[in-house]
């Protein structure tokens, strides 16, 4: 599996974009949308698959793929994520790629009813929701 899908920080404007989105063997294959329900960490959203909701973020391709995902298990297993394979749809249709996920929803965390990390980030700027 040479794919995987982000819908948080390491999206292109995220701020750990430089992990993935930004380098030069990555590339990004357009917004992609997987089902789940996205919950506020704070500093990062988490994505609980299932379900009926959407989860926006974008779908990348690396044949180094392996290597990257080497790179980032011990950062996300650190803060509480495992990596599975999720379906998501994008422009040409339906794939499988890797994502990094929770079993279960984080107790006492917001869901981030939008389903975009992206909207909620924009919503606390205006002012509409607690800082992340």
């Excluded at 990555?26 to 500093?43: M, Q, S, T």
């Excluded at 794939?95 to 939008?114: H, N, Y």
């Amino acid at each position: 599996m040479k794919q995987i899908f982000v819908y948080g920080t390491l999206m292109a404007d995220g701020l750990h974009a430089d992990l993935l989105s930004r380098r030069r063997d990555v590339k990004l294959l357009g917004p992609a949308r997987c089902r789940g329900a996205l919950y506020d960490l704070g500093e990062y959203p988490a994505l609980v698959p299932g379900g009926r909701s959407w989860v926006a973020g974008e779908l990348y391709r690396s044949d180094d793929l392996e290597e990257i995902l080497g790179a980032l298990d011990p950062l996300e297993k650190e803060a509480g994520f495992e990596r599975r394979l999720v379906t998501v749809r994008w422009k040409l249709g339906e794939t499988d790629a890797w994502a990094f996920v929770r079993s279960a929803p984080p107790e006492g965390k917001a869901l981030i009813a939008s389903g975009s990390f992206k909207a909620r980030l924009r919503e606390v700027k205006r002012g509409g929701g607690r800082s992340v």
